[in-house]
C-alpha cells in the first residue's frame, strides 16, 4: 500500500496544481481544449482525493458491524472515481465541444502562446507523476511481468493512478494540437475537435476502470498462484488426505477470505483435528503474508466425496 500512497500523493499534488494553471489558460484564451483539460486536472484531483478517502477508510479495524474489516472501501471509491468522476470529465469535455461549434470563438495571439506554456508545463508534471506510478507498480509487481501483475492485482489505486496520468499526458498533446491546428487554419473546430476526443478518452478509461472495480467489488477470486500456495500447504500436512473444496475472495487488497474444505484422516480424535486445524490456519497465514490473517481463514472437515467448486483438478 506504501506504493499506492506514494503514487497518490504525486498524482494529487501535481494535478491540483494544474487545475489552477490551465483554468487561467482557459479563461485568457477562451479555448475548449483548454477548458475540458482544465476540468480534466479537476476530476484528477478528486479522483485522488477519493483514493486517499478509500484507502484510510479501508484501514480501519473490524468492527460488529464489519467483521471482516472494511478493505472493500477501497473498491467502492475507487469505482465512484471511475463513474463519477471519470464520467463528469469525459462528458463536460464533449459538451464543451459541441458548444464550441455552435459558438466558435478564440482568444488572441498572445494568450494561445500561454496557453502553449501551459500545457508544456502540464507536460512536465504529468511526466513526473507518471514516472512515480510506473516505479511503484514496477516495485509492486516484483518479478512478474506487467501482464501478469495486471491480471492478478486486486488493488485498484495503482492502475487507476497509471490510466489517469497516461490518459493526462495524452491529453495534453490532443489539445495542444487542436489549437495548433485553429491557430494554423483560423477555424476553431479543430480546438472543438481536441475537446471532444479528450472527452471520448476519458469515458473511456471511465468505462474500462468501472468494470474492473465493479469486478472486484461484488468479490474475486484470489489469483491462480494463491490459491495453488494454500492447496499446497494443506496437502502436505500430515493430517490431511485431501483437499476437498477450496473458495478465495479478496474483501479487500489485503484481506483475502479463504474457505477450506479438508478430508482429514479417519483415525483423528476430534482435539486432533481442532489442532491440525489451528496449524493449517497459521501455516497457510505464513504462506500467504499480509495478504490475510488467521481470522479469515475458515477451515472445515469434510467427507472425500462432497466435492465444492473451486478445487483444481
Known sequence: MAESKTAVLAALLG????????GTAAAFTG????????????????????LFLGMRLGQRPPDERHPFGHGKDVYFWAFVVAMMLFSLGGAFAIWE??????HPNGGEQES???AYGVLAGGFVFE???LGVAIHAVVKAKGGDSLRQYWRDNRDPTLPTVLLEDSAALVSLVVAAGGLALSQATGSF?????????IGVLLLGVAVFLAVENYSLLIGEAAPRDVEAAIQK???VDEAVVAVVGLQTMHIGPRDILVVLDLHFRQDLLAPCIETAITRLQQRIKQALGDSTNARLIVIEPARPDAARFGVAA
Open 15 to 22: 494535478n491540483g496544481a494544474l487545475a489552477v494553471l490551465k
Open 31 to 50: 479555448s475548449a481544449a483548454m477548458l475540458a483539460e482544465t476540468f480534466h486536472s479537476v476530476a484528477d484531483t478528486g479522483n485522488q482525493a477519493l
Open 97 to 102: 465541444a459541441l458548444r464550441k461549434f455552435l
Open 112 to 114: 494561445l502562446i500561454w
Open 127 to 129: 511526466s513526473i507523476s
Open 189 to 197: 473546430f479543430w480546438d472543438g475537435m481536441a475537446s471532444g476526443a
Open 233 to 235: 500447504v494443506a496437502r
